[in-house]
């Protein structure tokens, strides 16, 4: 199995910034692509961001310019800096592994239980 455990997230207000972290541990042989995405109420997950074991990243139109991801490779870690915010991004944000198991010879994904961000107007 592959825990993940996120942190940051909570209340700012809009135009304010916000980060939120997500560590990987468990039975990891190699990680591939890490990444962040979210649900708003009445919504369907969306992706927000991703990045590939090579550092290559993808984003949402919708965040572009104004969120970062970035990953520590080493530490099994995936981080997303969260500039310039605005109520539309208020929701759950999930993070997301994907990579092989210890022993296995297949690509999982594994989720986090997903943090509150709320942006108040």
């Known amino acids: 199995q592959v825990q993940l455990v996120e942190s940051g997230g909570g209340l700012v207000q809009a135009g304010g910034s916000q980060g939120l972290s997500c560590a990987a541990s468990?039975?990891?042989?190699?990680?591939?692509?890490m990444g962040w995405y979210r649900q708003a109420p009445g919504n369907q997950r969306e992706l927000v961001a991703i990045?590939?074991?090579?550092?290559?990243?993808n984003y949402a139109d919708s965040v572009k310019g104004r969120f970062t991801i970035s990953r520590d490779n080493a530490k099994n870690t995936v981080s997303l800096q969260m500039n310039s915010l605005k109520p539309e991004d208020t929701a759950v944000y999930y993070c997301k592994w994907s990579g092989y198991r210890i022993g296995r010879y297949r690509m999982y994904d594994y989720w986090g239980q997903g943090t509150q961000v709320t942006v108040s107007s």
């Open positions: 468990g039975s990891i042989r190699s990680t591939d692509a």
């Open positions: 990045i590939s074991s090579g550092g290559s990243t």
